[in-house]
Structure formats: C-alpha cells, structure tokens
C-alpha cells in the first residue's frame, strides 16, 4: 500500500450557487486620490495609483489563503492586509453581488471564468489594467477590458483512484466522458453540483460544449442512471467519497483537478492517483479590485502582489493552481504528475455569461429533480 506524502490543499469548497443577472452598467466610482473609474463593466482603466499603503481586505474562497509570510511581506510593504474567506467560489460572486453597495473588502481573488461575468455585469468591480500582468498571460484576460486580473489557472478535470483499478482489474480505467455512462462504472462516479460548486460548473460548460446544447441533458440523465452521485463541494466529493481520499469512500472516480495527482505521491516518487486528459476544461481565475473600496490604491497593488514572482510560484502548493506567469518554475510534482491538458475542452466564455443560469436550472431539473 503506498503511503501518501501529500495531499490536503484546496480545501473546502470552491463553488457557489446562483443565478441570473445581467446588469450592464458597472457602478465604478472610489473616491479615493489617484483612482481611475470607468463606468463600464470591462472597460480598460489605467494603471494609475496613490501610495498604496494602510489597511486591505482581501477577500477569497475558502479554499485559498495568504501565508504569513505573505502577510509579513506585504507589511513590509506597507500594506496591513486582511484575508476573508466568504465560502466557495459561486458563494464568494453571490456576496460580493449582494454587497456592492457596501463591499466588504477592497479586493478579491478566486473568481473564476465560469462566474466572472456575473459579478463583471453586476459593477462589482473598479476596472485596473496592473502593470504586473505578464505580457503572455494578457490571452487570459476577460473579453473586453480590465475588469478582473488573471491570477491562476488549471483544468478541472475526471480523476481516477489508481490504486482502486490496480485491484479491480476487472474494471478498466475509463478515459473519456462517455466512459463514465457505461455500466462498468455504475455507482462508481462522484461529481459535485454546478450551481455550488465552480469545478462543477466547469465541468456542466464541458459537457454543454462537448454534446451541443441539444445533446448535454441526455448525457447527463445517462450519468443519473448509471448512478452519479452529486456532491455539494469539490472537498465533499473529493475527501469523504473519493476512496482515494476519504476515510470510507466508495467512489473511485471523482471530479478534480489535473494538478491533484501531483499532491496524492507515494515514497517511491509515484502518485496514487492520475486525471483523464480528454475530460478536461480550463479554468482561469481572477483577481479584482472592488468599486467602492475603502482602500482602492491598497486593493491595486495587492493585485499586483499576486502576479509578482514570490506569489505566483506559491500557488500550485496554496491553491493547485498555475502561475500565469509562464517563467515560474512549477514542482516538480507538477511536472511529472500534474500538467495541463494539451487539449482541454474549449468552453466559450460569451455562451458561459449568456447560458449559465439556463444550463443550471435544466441541469437541477434533469439530476436533482
């Protein structure tokens, strides 16, 4: 039995619930010194900036969170930073949507492609074009200004326990979406719920891209009837059904990240766990400064802190994510166990924003109804 050296990242929940909306107007509008203030969701603001000093809420998901090393080094700075973790991801947009007119922080991390244009439609941003971006990292940015900064990226994709199919020879190791209908694989899948959770989002926008919007549901009524189980959180499917990682886990396939076999590694320099390359969809996450924000200048350079070279080498241990920074080095588990796909599922970002909300309602219906 190997023993696994690694392994407890992403923690709880990177998700959300939610629904609707489509604003246009972005609110934009602190009042702070040296600010830019766009009035369009996505406009392109300058890179202008006060000192940036004082007190900075830093909201995210309760799935990532600064060292305190981090935190010492942006007191160095001259930044007395604050992290808040409001909940997963879909939770987090949900928040700051409800509390526009009172942020509760200065800036936030951990939004993701697939919720981006709710909160950007909202005006729950003050758009900032940092000068920290990295040049190669500017085909990440949302379509149409600066909204949101990217931060990190990954694929969410199928994992497999491999030492569960080492035993049960019996059952292959499935390799593609339509693997996971056949009975081979009954009772043995693990997904997590679109409409709470961000991967589960990501993955619903794959399999609408996959199978067309006339052919999805279908796809997904033959996962119910094969026995898909439909977990709250990425942690819910991953650390209580995953038999890989959960104490008394009876799923062996279970949604996760191409990263993950890289934090699953056994003594030997192995892993116990690998992802499906064909099942895999991009996701990217963003970092924003929040309209309203008590300290918008603080809120800017915290957003270039997360693209500086010390943070974005952090993030595949903090958050299973990669640099957008292409010249950071990644571990070496990452390299040997956790690379990105060479062709992820392509999810159109516009038919995200325009189709999400439908997707979810339609999915409930066919799943959980």
């Not at 972005?26 to 300058?46: F, H, M, Q, R, V």
């Not at 200004?145 to 990217?150: L, N």
Request: net charge negative.
């Amino acid at each position: 039995m190997h023993s696994i050296t690694s392994t407890t990242r992403r923690t709880p929940v990177r998700l959300a619930a939610l629904a609707l909306a489509s604003a246009t107007l972005l609110a934009a509008c602190a009042s702070d010194s040296g600010s830019t203030t766009p009035t369009t969701p996505g406009a392109t603001a300058s890179t202008s900036a006060a000192p940036a000093t004082g007190p900075v809420t830093l909201l995210t998901h309760s799935s990532y969170e600064l060292s305190k090393e981090q935190i010492a080094d942006l007191k160095k700075k001259g930044l007395d930073v604050k992290v808040v973790q409001v909940g997963d991801g879909g939770t987090l947009v949900n928040q700051l949507i409800l509390t526009k007119d009172a942020p509760l922080g200065d800036v936030v991390f951990g939004i993701d492609n697939t919720f981006a244009s709710r909160a950007i439609d909202a005006g729950v941003f003050e758009p900032y074009a940092s000068p920290a971006l990295p040049e190669a990292a500017a085909a990440l940015k949302v379509a149409g200004g600066d909204a949101v900064t990217p931060v990190d990226q990954g694929d969410v994709c199928i994992n497999v326990d491999s030492v569960w199919f080492e035993k049960h020879t019996d059952v292959p190791v499935p390799a593609t979406l339509d693997d996971l209908t056949k009975p081979a694989y009954k009772d043995l899948v693990v997904l997590t719920n679109p409409a709470t959770s961000t991967p589960g989002l990501s993955f619903l926008a794959g399999t609408v891209t996959q199978y067309g919007a006339d052919g999805y549901l279908d796809y997904w009524a033959r996962l119910k009837a094969n026995g898909v189980r439909i977990a709250e959180s990425w942690s819910d499917a991953y650390y209580t059904d995953f038999t890989s990682q959960g104490e008394n886990g009876t799923r062996p396939i279970v949604l996760s990240y191409s990263s993950s076999p890289a934090f699953t590694l056994t003594d030997d320099g192995g892993t116990t766990t690998a992802s499906l390359p064909a099942t895999c969809t991009r996701q990217v996450e963003y970092a924003g400064v929040l309209a309203g924000a008590k300290n918008p200048a603080g809120a800017r350079a915290v957003v270039d802190y997360l693209l500086s070279p010390e943070l974005q080498k952090t993030l595949p241990d903090a958050a299973y994510m990669y640099p957008v920074d292409p010249d950071v080095a990644l571990p070496e588990a990452f390299q040997e166990h956790g690379t990105l796909s060479e062709n992820p599922i392509a999810v159109d970002p516009v038919v995200v924003a325009r189709d999400r909300d439908t997707w979810i309602a339609d999915w409930t219906d066919t799943v959980l109804g």
